[in-house]
Protein backbone atom coordinates (compact mmCIF):
# COMPACT_ATOMS: atom_id res chain seq x y z
CA UNK A 1 0.00 0.00 0.00
CA UNK A 2 3.21 1.99 -0.29
CA UNK A 3 3.36 2.52 -3.40
CA UNK A 4 0.62 4.62 -4.31
CA UNK A 5 1.86 7.15 -1.57
CA UNK A 6 5.37 6.94 -2.57
CA UNK A 7 4.14 7.18 -6.39
CA UNK A 8 2.24 10.58 -5.73
CA UNK A 9 5.01 11.67 -3.53
CA UNK A 10 7.24 11.12 -6.16
CA UNK A 11 4.83 12.61 -9.35
CA UNK A 12 4.68 16.18 -6.68
CA UNK A 13 8.60 16.06 -6.37
CA UNK A 14 8.61 16.33 -10.25
CA UNK A 15 5.77 18.67 -10.24
CA UNK A 16 7.75 20.89 -8.20
CA UNK A 17 10.85 20.47 -9.76
CA UNK A 18 9.20 21.26 -13.49
CA UNK A 19 7.85 24.77 -11.55
CA UNK A 20 11.00 25.67 -10.25
CA UNK A 21 12.91 25.36 -13.43
CA UNK A 22 9.62 26.98 -15.37
CA UNK A 23 10.22 29.84 -12.66
CA UNK A 24 13.76 29.58 -13.76
CA UNK A 25 13.51 29.75 -17.19
CA UNK A 26 10.87 32.98 -16.61
CA UNK A 27 13.59 34.80 -14.72
CA UNK A 28 16.05 34.37 -17.38
CA UNK A 29 13.64 35.19 -20.15
CA UNK A 30 12.65 38.24 -17.90
CA UNK A 31 16.54 39.49 -17.59
CA UNK A 32 17.85 39.05 -20.87
CA UNK A 33 17.49 41.66 -23.56
CA UNK A 34 14.62 40.50 -26.22
CA UNK A 35 16.71 40.72 -29.85
CA UNK A 36 14.03 43.55 -31.44
CA UNK A 37 12.90 42.16 -35.18
CA UNK A 38 11.04 44.93 -36.71
CA UNK A 39 12.63 48.07 -38.04
CA UNK A 40 13.62 50.68 -35.60
CA UNK A 41 15.01 53.59 -37.83
CA UNK A 42 14.07 54.56 -41.27
CA UNK A 43 16.01 57.28 -43.52
CA UNK A 44 14.45 59.16 -47.25
CA UNK A 45 16.37 58.77 -49.85
CA UNK A 46 15.07 59.43 -53.97
CA UNK A 47 11.60 59.31 -55.43
CA UNK A 48 9.87 57.55 -52.51
CA UNK A 49 12.77 55.10 -51.56
CA UNK A 50 14.01 54.70 -48.13
CA UNK A 51 16.08 52.65 -46.31
CA UNK A 52 14.91 50.80 -43.07
CA UNK A 53 17.28 48.81 -40.38
CA UNK A 54 15.81 46.43 -38.76
CA UNK A 55 16.49 45.34 -35.14
CA UNK A 56 17.82 41.76 -36.26
CA UNK A 57 20.56 43.76 -38.65
CA UNK A 58 19.22 43.41 -41.70
CA UNK A 59 19.09 46.68 -43.80
CA UNK A 60 16.23 47.03 -46.44
CA UNK A 61 15.55 49.68 -49.25
CA UNK A 62 11.87 49.92 -49.82
CA UNK A 63 9.65 52.44 -52.22
CA UNK A 64 6.36 52.81 -51.33
CA UNK A 65 4.31 52.21 -55.29
CA UNK A 66 0.56 51.68 -56.42
CA UNK A 67 0.70 48.15 -55.16
CA UNK A 68 1.91 49.14 -51.76
CA UNK A 69 5.33 48.76 -50.34
CA UNK A 70 8.57 47.09 -53.33
CA UNK A 71 11.40 46.20 -52.18
CA UNK A 72 14.36 47.52 -54.08
CA UNK A 73 17.62 45.92 -52.19
CA UNK A 74 18.06 43.46 -49.13
CA UNK A 75 21.34 44.04 -47.34
CA UNK A 76 22.23 41.11 -44.52
CA UNK A 77 24.92 39.02 -42.96
CA UNK A 78 24.87 35.27 -42.52
CA UNK A 79 24.42 35.66 -38.58
CA UNK A 80 21.29 37.47 -37.85
CA UNK A 81 20.65 39.51 -34.11
CA UNK A 82 16.99 38.25 -34.29
CA UNK A 83 18.26 34.58 -33.00
CA UNK A 84 17.31 33.18 -29.89
CA UNK A 85 19.27 33.90 -26.49
CA UNK A 86 20.28 30.74 -25.26
CA UNK A 87 23.11 31.35 -23.00
CA UNK A 88 24.15 34.15 -20.14
CA UNK A 89 26.96 35.48 -22.19
CA UNK A 90 24.43 36.17 -25.24
CA UNK A 91 23.30 40.08 -25.49
CA UNK A 92 21.30 42.30 -27.70
CA UNK A 93 21.67 45.79 -28.65
CA UNK A 94 20.33 48.32 -30.47
CA UNK A 95 20.50 52.36 -29.80
CA UNK A 96 19.71 55.90 -32.09
CA UNK A 97 22.28 58.56 -31.46
CA UNK A 98 23.42 61.78 -33.54
CA UNK A 99 26.51 63.57 -33.90
CA UNK A 100 26.87 65.94 -31.03
CA UNK A 101 25.74 63.18 -28.12
CA UNK A 102 26.87 63.05 -24.70
CA UNK A 103 29.67 60.44 -24.88
CA UNK A 104 30.07 60.82 -28.28
CA UNK A 105 32.11 63.85 -29.26
CA UNK A 106 34.92 62.98 -31.90
CA UNK A 107 37.25 64.85 -34.43
CA UNK A 108 37.55 68.95 -33.87
CA UNK A 109 35.26 69.09 -31.07
CA UNK A 110 37.03 70.30 -27.93
CA UNK A 111 35.02 67.41 -26.09
CA UNK A 112 36.55 64.29 -28.07
CA UNK A 113 37.81 62.50 -25.33
CA UNK A 114 34.55 62.82 -23.73
CA UNK A 115 35.60 61.12 -20.31
CA UNK A 116 38.81 62.75 -20.11
CA UNK A 117 41.08 59.77 -19.46
CA UNK A 118 43.49 60.95 -23.00
CA UNK A 119 42.08 58.09 -24.88
CA UNK A 120 39.58 58.87 -27.41
CA UNK A 121 36.75 56.61 -28.99
CA UNK A 122 37.68 54.42 -26.39
CA UNK A 123 34.38 52.85 -25.74
CA UNK A 124 32.06 52.02 -29.42
CA UNK A 125 28.68 52.07 -28.93
CA UNK A 126 27.42 48.70 -27.81
CA UNK A 127 25.92 48.61 -24.72
CA UNK A 128 29.05 47.45 -22.96
CA UNK A 129 32.00 49.03 -20.83
CA UNK A 130 34.69 48.10 -23.93
CA UNK A 131 37.56 50.06 -21.91
CA UNK A 132 37.28 48.45 -18.28
CA UNK A 133 36.58 51.79 -16.52
CA UNK A 134 33.19 50.55 -15.01
CA UNK A 135 31.02 53.19 -17.39
CA UNK A 136 29.27 51.89 -20.50
CA UNK A 137 29.45 53.65 -24.20
CA UNK A 138 30.93 57.18 -22.33
CA UNK A 139 33.60 57.76 -24.77
CA UNK A 140 32.47 56.55 -28.98
CA UNK A 141 32.36 58.38 -31.59
CA UNK A 142 28.67 59.45 -32.76
CA UNK A 143 28.88 60.26 -36.54
CA UNK A 144 25.86 61.55 -38.77
CA UNK A 145 22.98 63.64 -38.41
CA UNK A 146 21.15 60.38 -37.51
CA UNK A 147 23.27 56.62 -36.35
CA UNK A 148 21.83 53.62 -35.52
CA UNK A 149 23.44 50.64 -33.98
CA UNK A 150 22.47 47.33 -33.71
CA UNK A 151 24.50 44.54 -32.15
CA UNK A 152 24.40 40.70 -30.71
CA UNK A 153 26.42 37.97 -29.32
CA UNK A 154 25.26 34.52 -30.24
CA UNK A 155 27.48 31.31 -29.35
CA UNK A 156 30.11 33.68 -29.41
CA UNK A 157 30.20 35.29 -32.29
CA UNK A 158 29.30 39.01 -32.34
CA UNK A 159 27.40 41.09 -35.13
CA UNK A 160 27.90 44.99 -35.02
CA UNK A 161 26.12 47.09 -37.45
CA UNK A 162 26.27 50.87 -37.52
CA UNK A 163 24.28 52.92 -40.29
CA UNK A 164 25.20 56.73 -40.57
CA UNK A 165 22.51 58.98 -42.78
CA UNK A 166 23.19 63.12 -43.49
CA UNK A 167 20.74 65.49 -43.98
CA UNK A 168 22.77 67.50 -46.23
CA UNK A 169 21.41 67.66 -49.90
CA UNK A 170 24.17 66.01 -51.43
CA UNK A 171 24.25 63.36 -49.00
CA UNK A 172 20.78 62.80 -48.02
CA UNK A 173 20.20 60.06 -50.51
CA UNK A 174 23.01 57.83 -48.95
CA UNK A 175 22.89 55.34 -46.08
CA UNK A 176 26.77 54.16 -44.52
CA UNK A 177 26.56 51.13 -43.30
CA UNK A 178 29.35 49.51 -41.20
CA UNK A 179 29.37 45.90 -40.47
CA UNK A 180 31.87 44.06 -38.21
CA UNK A 181 31.52 40.40 -37.14
CA UNK A 182 34.30 39.27 -33.94
CA UNK A 183 34.90 36.81 -31.64
CA UNK A 184 34.16 36.39 -27.44
CA UNK A 185 37.00 38.12 -26.78
CA UNK A 186 37.32 40.62 -29.83
CA UNK A 187 39.07 38.88 -32.41
CA UNK A 188 37.85 39.40 -36.28
CA UNK A 189 35.83 36.84 -37.84
CA UNK A 190 35.24 35.72 -41.10
CA UNK A 191 31.69 37.21 -42.59
CA UNK A 192 30.21 38.20 -46.20
CA UNK A 193 27.83 41.11 -46.14
CA UNK A 194 24.78 40.19 -49.39
CA UNK A 195 23.61 42.85 -51.15
CA UNK A 196 20.19 41.32 -53.10
CA UNK A 197 18.24 42.68 -55.67
CA UNK A 198 14.37 42.01 -56.23
CA UNK A 199 15.42 41.17 -59.97
CA UNK A 200 18.00 42.69 -62.56
CA UNK A 201 22.02 43.20 -62.35
CA UNK A 202 24.51 44.45 -60.46
CA UNK A 203 27.31 45.65 -63.02
CA UNK A 204 30.66 47.25 -62.11
CA UNK A 205 31.78 50.68 -63.17
CA UNK A 206 33.95 53.55 -62.34
CA UNK A 207 32.64 56.20 -59.75
CA UNK A 208 33.55 58.89 -62.65
CA UNK A 209 33.15 62.33 -60.80
CA UNK A 210 36.07 64.04 -58.70
CA UNK A 211 35.13 65.30 -55.21
CA UNK A 212 37.65 67.53 -53.58
CA UNK A 213 38.75 66.38 -50.53
CA UNK A 214 42.01 67.23 -48.80
CA UNK A 215 45.11 66.32 -50.44
CA UNK A 216 46.06 64.39 -47.25
CA UNK A 217 43.57 62.30 -48.10
CA UNK A 218 44.67 60.58 -50.96
CA UNK A 219 43.37 60.93 -54.71
CA UNK A 220 40.35 62.34 -56.44
CA UNK A 221 37.30 59.70 -56.09
CA UNK A 222 36.97 59.39 -60.46
CA UNK A 223 39.17 56.00 -60.52
CA UNK A 224 37.07 54.72 -57.31
CA UNK A 225 34.89 51.49 -58.12
CA UNK A 226 31.24 50.89 -57.70
CA UNK A 227 28.64 48.21 -58.34
CA UNK A 228 25.44 49.52 -59.85
CA UNK A 229 21.54 48.39 -60.30
CA UNK A 230 19.10 50.15 -62.46
CA UNK A 231 15.65 49.66 -61.30
CA UNK A 232 12.66 50.62 -63.44
CA UNK A 233 10.15 52.96 -61.30
CA UNK A 234 6.85 55.10 -62.92
CA UNK A 235 7.82 58.02 -64.77
CA UNK A 236 11.77 56.85 -65.01
CA UNK A 237 14.67 54.60 -62.97
CA UNK A 238 15.83 54.14 -59.43
CA UNK A 239 19.78 53.84 -59.64
CA UNK A 240 21.21 51.77 -56.96
CA UNK A 241 25.01 52.38 -56.27
CA UNK A 242 27.02 50.42 -53.70
CA UNK A 243 31.02 51.23 -53.16
CA UNK A 244 33.19 49.97 -50.38
CA UNK A 245 34.76 52.50 -48.14
CA UNK A 246 37.17 50.50 -46.22
CA UNK A 247 37.82 46.60 -45.23
CA UNK A 248 39.42 45.10 -42.33
CA UNK A 249 42.20 42.46 -42.65
CA UNK A 250 43.60 40.08 -45.63
CA UNK A 251 40.91 39.10 -47.68
CA UNK A 252 41.78 36.18 -50.29
CA UNK A 253 38.07 36.00 -51.50
CA UNK A 254 37.22 39.06 -53.74
CA UNK A 255 33.63 40.25 -54.38
CA UNK A 256 31.49 38.52 -56.48
CA UNK A 257 28.28 38.86 -58.29
CA UNK A 258 25.68 36.53 -58.40
CA UNK A 259 22.80 37.01 -60.38
CA UNK A 260 20.97 39.24 -58.64
CA UNK A 261 23.35 38.67 -55.59
CA UNK A 262 26.47 41.20 -54.74
CA UNK A 263 28.33 39.22 -52.23
CA UNK A 264 31.16 41.16 -49.98
CA UNK A 265 33.07 39.12 -48.01
CA UNK A 266 35.12 40.88 -45.02
CA UNK A 267 37.30 39.26 -42.22
CA UNK A 268 36.37 41.77 -39.73
CA UNK A 269 35.09 44.68 -40.45
CA UNK A 270 33.52 46.38 -43.79
CA UNK A 271 31.89 49.91 -44.31
CA UNK A 272 29.90 50.77 -47.52
CA UNK A 273 27.93 53.39 -49.07
CA UNK A 274 24.46 52.97 -50.56
CA UNK A 275 23.18 55.15 -52.52
CA UNK A 276 19.65 55.44 -54.12
CA UNK A 277 19.24 58.38 -56.70
CA UNK A 278 17.04 59.03 -59.79
CA UNK A 279 19.84 59.68 -62.40
CA UNK A 280 22.85 58.30 -63.42
CA UNK A 281 24.65 61.61 -62.47
CA UNK A 282 23.21 62.06 -59.32
CA UNK A 283 24.63 59.07 -58.13
CA UNK A 284 28.17 59.54 -59.51
CA UNK A 285 28.32 62.53 -57.49
CA UNK A 286 26.55 60.84 -54.31
CA UNK A 287 28.88 58.06 -54.06
CA UNK A 288 31.81 60.38 -54.98
CA UNK A 289 31.33 62.35 -51.76
CA UNK A 290 30.83 59.49 -49.52
CA UNK A 291 34.29 58.71 -50.34
CA UNK A 292 35.03 62.24 -49.43
CA UNK A 293 33.49 62.16 -46.45
CA UNK A 294 35.17 58.74 -45.07
CA UNK A 295 38.45 60.05 -46.01
CA UNK A 296 37.89 63.30 -43.96
CA UNK A 297 40.34 65.67 -43.32
CA UNK A 298 42.86 66.82 -40.89
CA UNK A 299 42.46 69.09 -38.44
CA UNK A 300 45.79 71.19 -38.81
CA UNK A 301 48.28 70.69 -42.12
CA UNK A 302 50.49 67.55 -41.32
CA UNK A 303 48.62 66.07 -38.91
CA UNK A 304 46.62 62.92 -39.35
CA UNK A 305 43.00 62.89 -40.92
CA UNK A 306 39.68 63.22 -38.87
CA UNK A 307 37.34 60.47 -40.97
CA UNK A 308 33.54 61.66 -41.41
CA UNK A 309 33.87 65.08 -42.30
CA UNK A 310 31.09 66.37 -44.60
CA UNK A 311 33.04 68.22 -47.70
CA UNK A 312 30.97 71.97 -48.15
CA UNK A 313 28.63 72.59 -51.07
CA UNK A 314 30.98 73.20 -54.01
CA UNK A 315 28.35 74.76 -56.16
CA UNK A 316 26.58 77.52 -55.42
CA UNK A 317 22.71 77.34 -56.29
CA UNK A 318 21.08 80.96 -56.95
CA UNK A 319 18.14 81.52 -54.48
CA UNK A 320 16.26 83.39 -57.71
CA UNK A 321 14.97 81.66 -60.18
CA UNK A 322 16.67 81.26 -63.29
CA UNK A 323 15.58 82.34 -66.80
CA UNK A 324 15.04 80.18 -69.98
CA UNK A 325 14.01 79.75 -73.58
CA UNK A 326 12.74 76.85 -75.32
CA UNK A 327 12.80 76.63 -79.27
CA UNK A 328 11.68 73.80 -82.14
CA UNK A 329 14.19 72.78 -84.44
CA UNK A 330 13.74 70.26 -87.15
CA UNK A 331 13.04 67.14 -85.49
CA UNK A 332 14.16 68.20 -82.12
CA UNK A 333 14.36 71.39 -79.65
CA UNK A 334 16.48 73.00 -77.01
CA UNK A 335 16.26 74.19 -73.79
CA UNK A 336 19.06 77.45 -73.12
CA UNK A 337 19.40 78.22 -69.50
CA UNK A 338 21.50 81.43 -68.65
CA UNK A 339 23.62 80.87 -65.15
CA UNK A 340 24.19 84.57 -63.81
CA UNK A 341 27.41 85.75 -63.04
CA UNK A 342 28.59 84.92 -59.94
CA UNK A 343 26.67 81.68 -59.77
CA UNK A 344 27.93 78.24 -60.07
CA UNK A 345 25.88 75.27 -60.55
CA UNK A 346 25.37 72.40 -62.63
CA UNK A 347 22.25 71.61 -63.40
CA UNK A 348 21.01 67.58 -64.00
CA UNK A 349 18.65 68.06 -67.01
CA UNK A 350 17.37 64.43 -66.29
CA UNK A 351 15.57 65.78 -63.21
CA UNK A 352 13.61 68.25 -64.81
CA UNK A 353 10.00 68.84 -64.01
CA UNK A 354 7.04 70.79 -64.54
CA UNK A 355 3.89 69.33 -63.45
CA UNK A 356 3.63 66.00 -65.30
CA UNK A 357 5.57 67.76 -68.35
CA UNK A 358 9.38 66.28 -68.51
CA UNK A 359 11.91 67.40 -70.77
CA UNK A 360 13.56 63.48 -70.20
CA UNK A 361 17.16 62.89 -71.41
CA UNK A 362 18.99 65.30 -73.50
CA UNK A 363 21.35 64.21 -76.12
CA UNK A 364 23.67 66.99 -76.34
CA UNK A 365 24.98 69.53 -73.73
CA UNK A 366 26.67 73.28 -74.81
CA UNK A 367 28.16 75.78 -72.97
CA UNK A 368 28.82 79.43 -74.13
CA UNK A 369 30.26 81.92 -72.21
CA UNK A 370 33.68 84.24 -71.36
CA UNK A 371 36.80 83.53 -69.96
CA UNK A 372 37.29 84.84 -66.72
CA UNK A 373 40.39 86.39 -67.46
CA UNK A 374 40.94 87.05 -70.89
CA UNK A 375 37.18 87.81 -71.57
CA UNK A 376 37.12 86.14 -74.49
CA UNK A 377 34.14 84.05 -75.49
CA UNK A 378 34.62 80.21 -74.81
CA UNK A 379 32.23 77.11 -75.68
CA UNK A 380 31.92 73.45 -76.24
CA UNK A 381 29.90 70.69 -77.29
CA UNK A 382 29.24 66.97 -75.67
CA UNK A 383 26.91 64.39 -75.80
CA UNK A 384 25.19 63.77 -72.94
CA UNK A 385 25.29 60.05 -71.21
CA UNK A 386 22.05 58.35 -71.78
CA UNK A 387 23.23 54.62 -71.68
CA UNK A 388 20.49 51.78 -70.80
CA UNK A 389 22.11 49.49 -67.83
CA UNK A 390 23.44 46.78 -70.40
CA UNK A 391 25.40 49.28 -71.74
CA UNK A 392 26.65 51.30 -68.26
CA UNK A 393 30.24 50.62 -70.01
CA UNK A 394 29.66 53.52 -72.56
CA UNK A 395 29.69 56.21 -69.80
CA UNK A 396 32.83 54.67 -68.90
CA UNK A 397 34.21 55.16 -72.24
CA UNK A 398 34.52 58.56 -71.71
CA UNK A 399 34.20 61.52 -68.72
CA UNK A 400 30.91 62.95 -67.78
CA UNK A 401 31.15 66.42 -70.03
CA UNK A 402 30.75 68.34 -66.79
CA UNK A 403 33.62 66.85 -65.08
CA UNK A 404 35.59 67.33 -68.57
CA UNK A 405 34.88 71.31 -68.53
CA UNK A 406 34.39 71.88 -64.72
CA UNK A 407 36.92 75.25 -65.04
CA UNK A 408 34.02 76.79 -67.51
CA UNK A 409 30.98 75.46 -65.39
CA UNK A 410 32.61 76.59 -62.06
CA UNK A 411 33.89 79.60 -62.93
CA UNK A 412 31.32 82.09 -62.14
CA UNK A 413 31.67 84.07 -65.17
CA UNK A 414 28.23 83.36 -66.23
CA UNK A 415 27.11 81.63 -69.60
CA UNK A 416 24.56 80.11 -71.45
CA UNK A 417 24.36 76.59 -70.86
CA UNK A 418 21.72 74.51 -72.99
CA UNK A 419 20.18 71.22 -73.47
CA UNK A 420 19.38 69.75 -77.23
CA UNK A 421 16.33 67.03 -77.41
CA UNK A 422 14.89 64.70 -79.90
CA UNK A 423 11.30 65.06 -80.56
CA UNK A 424 9.11 67.88 -79.52
CA UNK A 425 8.84 69.74 -76.28
CA UNK A 426 6.66 68.72 -73.72
CA UNK A 427 6.27 72.10 -72.31
CA UNK A 428 3.89 75.15 -72.51
CA UNK A 429 4.75 78.40 -74.19
CA UNK A 430 5.07 79.68 -70.54
CA UNK A 431 6.42 77.11 -67.70
CA UNK A 432 8.24 76.92 -64.68
CA UNK A 433 10.66 73.91 -64.18
CA UNK A 434 12.04 72.18 -61.19
CA UNK A 435 15.47 70.62 -61.35
CA UNK A 436 18.39 69.23 -59.44
CA UNK A 437 22.25 70.62 -59.21
CA UNK A 438 24.28 67.52 -58.89
CA UNK A 439 24.94 68.50 -55.75
CA UNK A 440 21.15 67.48 -55.36
CA UNK A 441 19.94 71.26 -54.18
CA UNK A 442 16.41 72.63 -55.68
CA UNK A 443 16.82 75.13 -58.82
CA UNK A 444 13.92 76.86 -60.22
CA UNK A 445 13.98 77.94 -64.00
CA UNK A 446 11.10 79.58 -65.65
CA UNK A 447 11.01 79.18 -69.05
CA UNK A 448 9.19 80.65 -72.01
CA UNK A 449 8.74 79.96 -75.62
CA UNK A 450 12.03 81.96 -77.46
CA UNK A 451 10.76 84.45 -80.31
CA UNK A 452 9.90 83.40 -83.77
CA UNK A 453 12.88 84.00 -86.56
CA UNK A 454 13.34 87.35 -87.89
CA UNK A 455 11.20 86.96 -91.35
CA UNK A 456 8.04 88.33 -92.55
CA UNK A 457 7.63 85.99 -95.67
CA UNK A 458 4.72 84.36 -93.67
CA UNK A 459 2.98 87.56 -94.46
CA UNK A 460 1.12 88.47 -97.40
CA UNK A 461 3.08 90.64 -99.34
CA UNK A 462 -0.23 93.34 -100.14
CA UNK A 463 -0.53 93.62 -96.14
CA UNK A 464 2.96 94.25 -95.47
CA UNK A 465 5.24 96.26 -97.09
CA UNK A 466 9.15 95.84 -96.21
CA UNK A 467 11.95 97.74 -97.33
CA UNK A 468 15.34 95.87 -98.03
CA UNK A 469 17.08 95.88 -94.18
CA UNK A 470 21.23 95.31 -94.09
CA UNK A 471 20.13 91.53 -93.48
CA UNK A 472 18.41 91.30 -96.69
CA UNK A 473 21.54 92.66 -98.51
CA UNK A 474 23.78 90.68 -96.72
CA UNK A 475 21.87 87.34 -97.00
CA UNK A 476 21.46 87.98 -101.18
CA UNK A 477 25.43 88.79 -101.50
CA UNK A 478 26.02 85.43 -99.48
CA UNK A 479 23.91 83.15 -101.52
CA UNK A 480 22.75 84.59 -104.62
CA UNK A 481 26.49 86.46 -105.54
CA UNK A 482 27.87 84.63 -108.96
CA UNK A 483 30.86 84.05 -107.22
CA UNK A 484 29.59 83.34 -103.75
CA UNK A 485 31.99 83.30 -100.82
CA UNK A 486 32.65 79.75 -99.34
CA UNK A 487 33.04 78.89 -95.55
CA UNK A 488 36.32 79.42 -93.96
CA UNK A 489 38.38 75.75 -93.55
CA UNK A 490 39.31 77.39 -90.52
CA UNK A 491 36.16 76.38 -89.13
CA UNK A 492 36.67 72.65 -88.83
CA UNK A 493 39.93 71.46 -87.44
CA UNK A 494 40.62 68.21 -85.71
CA UNK A 495 43.44 66.77 -83.86
CA UNK A 496 45.48 64.63 -83.86
CA UNK A 497 45.18 63.74 -87.59
CA UNK A 498 45.73 60.94 -88.76
CA UNK A 499 44.24 59.31 -85.24
CA UNK A 500 44.33 55.66 -83.60
CA UNK A 501 41.38 55.39 -81.41
CA UNK A 502 39.57 58.96 -80.83
CA UNK A 503 39.89 62.32 -82.07
CA UNK A 504 38.99 66.19 -80.93
CA UNK A 505 37.29 67.70 -83.44
CA UNK A 506 36.65 72.07 -82.78
CA UNK A 507 34.72 73.62 -84.95
CA UNK A 508 33.76 77.28 -85.23
CA UNK A 509 29.87 78.89 -85.56
CA UNK A 510 30.97 82.44 -87.14
CA UNK A 511 29.15 85.82 -85.70
CA UNK A 512 30.69 87.84 -88.26
CA UNK A 513 31.54 87.40 -92.17
CA UNK A 514 35.07 88.52 -91.65
CA UNK A 515 35.28 85.16 -89.64
CA UNK A 516 33.06 82.83 -91.89
CA UNK A 517 33.45 83.38 -95.22
CA UNK A 518 36.43 83.68 -97.95
CA UNK A 519 36.33 84.91 -101.40
CA UNK A 520 38.60 83.54 -104.37
CA UNK A 521 41.88 85.36 -104.52
CA UNK A 522 40.95 87.31 -107.79
CA UNK A 523 37.28 88.54 -106.48
CA UNK A 524 36.89 91.63 -104.54
CA UNK A 525 34.76 91.10 -101.16
CA UNK A 526 31.67 92.49 -101.40
CA UNK A 527 30.69 92.74 -97.66
CA UNK A 528 32.62 94.22 -94.89
CA UNK A 529 34.43 91.81 -92.59
CA UNK A 530 32.78 92.75 -89.21
CA UNK A 531 28.90 92.87 -90.50
CA UNK A 532 27.53 90.30 -88.50
CA UNK A 533 25.64 87.15 -90.53
CA UNK A 534 22.05 87.56 -90.39
CA UNK A 535 20.98 83.90 -89.17
CA UNK A 536 17.57 83.26 -90.16
CA UNK A 537 16.06 82.48 -87.04
CA UNK A 538 18.80 84.51 -84.83
CA UNK A 539 20.78 81.21 -84.17
CA UNK A 540 21.62 78.83 -86.79
CA UNK A 541 20.74 74.90 -87.53
CA UNK A 542 24.29 73.22 -86.97
CA UNK A 543 25.46 69.78 -87.97
CA UNK A 544 28.80 68.11 -87.76
CA UNK A 545 28.48 64.29 -89.47
CA UNK A 546 31.03 61.92 -90.12
CA UNK A 547 30.91 60.39 -93.97
CA UNK A 548 32.95 57.75 -95.79
CA UNK A 549 34.65 58.83 -98.84
CA UNK A 550 31.85 57.03 -101.16
CA UNK A 551 29.46 59.49 -99.58
CA UNK A 552 27.74 57.09 -97.01
CA UNK A 553 26.94 58.88 -94.04
CA UNK A 554 28.65 57.05 -90.76
CA UNK A 555 27.49 59.17 -87.61
CA UNK A 556 26.10 62.58 -86.65
CA UNK A 557 28.17 63.88 -84.17
CA UNK A 558 25.95 66.92 -83.70
CA UNK A 559 22.43 67.98 -85.37
CA UNK A 560 20.64 71.02 -83.68
CA UNK A 561 20.69 74.91 -83.17
CA UNK A 562 24.05 76.28 -82.14
CA UNK A 563 25.37 79.64 -80.97
CA UNK A 564 27.91 81.66 -82.35
CA UNK A 565 31.19 80.16 -80.76
CA UNK A 566 34.23 77.62 -80.50
CA UNK A 567 32.95 74.21 -79.57
CA UNK A 568 34.55 70.95 -79.67
CA UNK A 569 33.51 67.06 -79.19
CA UNK A 570 34.97 63.81 -79.83
CA UNK A 571 34.59 60.93 -82.78
CA UNK A 572 35.78 57.86 -81.08
CA UNK A 573 36.30 55.81 -84.58
CA UNK A 574 32.54 54.10 -84.22
CA UNK A 575 29.95 54.10 -86.25
CA UNK A 576 26.24 55.24 -85.38
CA UNK A 577 25.55 51.87 -83.85
CA UNK A 578 28.80 51.96 -81.26
CA UNK A 579 30.52 49.60 -84.05
CA UNK A 580 34.23 50.28 -84.52
CA UNK A 581 34.66 51.51 -88.55
CA UNK A 582 37.73 50.22 -90.57
CA UNK A 583 41.25 51.80 -91.10
CA UNK A 584 40.78 54.73 -93.80
CA UNK A 585 40.14 57.94 -94.83
CA UNK A 586 36.66 59.61 -93.62
CA UNK A 587 35.32 62.90 -94.52
CA UNK A 588 34.06 65.55 -91.45
CA UNK A 589 31.40 68.03 -92.51
CA UNK A 590 30.05 71.01 -91.18
CA UNK A 591 26.92 72.33 -92.23
CA UNK A 592 26.19 75.82 -91.06
CA UNK A 593 22.47 76.67 -92.79
CA UNK A 594 22.99 76.42 -96.89
CA UNK A 595 26.83 76.43 -96.31
CA UNK A 596 29.25 73.68 -95.41
CA UNK A 597 33.02 72.93 -94.43
CA UNK A 598 34.82 69.12 -94.97
CA UNK A 599 37.75 68.16 -93.63
CA UNK A 600 39.67 64.76 -94.62
CA UNK A 601 40.14 62.79 -90.92
CA UNK A 602 42.23 59.63 -91.13
CA UNK A 603 41.67 56.79 -88.95
CA UNK A 604 44.89 54.21 -87.93
CA UNK A 605 44.62 51.89 -85.78
Known sequence: ?????????????????????????????TAAPAAVTGPVRSHELAAGARAEIDGDGTVWVRAHVSGGDEILLKMS???????????????????????????????????ADDDEDDRVDED??????????????????????AMTAVGAMRGGRALLLETYHWDYPHLNETLVTSWRREGRNGEPQRDRVTLELPYGLWQEMVVGWDAPRAAAAGPGTAGEMMMVAMLPRDGGRWWIGVTVLSRDGEIDEPPRVEGRRLVLPCHG???????????????????????????????????????????????????????????????????????????????DPETMVSGAARPGVPTHVSWRGRDPESGAITGWL??????????????????????????????????????????????????????????????????????????????????????????????DELENDP????????????????????????????ATVGEGFVWEEAQEPTLKADEPIPYPSGTPSVSLKIYTVAGHEV???????CATGTYETMWDGNDRDGRPVAVGTYFCKLQIENWSVTKRVALLR
Open 555 to 561: VTLFDGI
Open 124 to 145: RLDGRDNDGDGRVDEDYAAIGD
Open 382 to 475: EPWPCPDHGELWRADASPHPYRAHQGDLLSRAGGTLTFRYTGATPLDDEATLISRSLCGQEIAIAVERAGGPRTVSNFPAKEVETAETDDDRVV
Open 269 to 347: GLVCAVSVTTTLSQLRHRQAVAHVVHAGAPAVPGQPTVPWLVPPLSLVVPEQTLAATWRNERDTWRLSVEIPEGFATLI
Open 483 to 510: HPPTLSPDLLDNYPNPFPDQTRLRYTIP
Open 1 to 29: MTRPGIARSGWHSVRSGALVFLVVLLALA
Open 77 to 111: TDLRASRPIRRAEDWVFTALRREGDEGGHRGFSAR
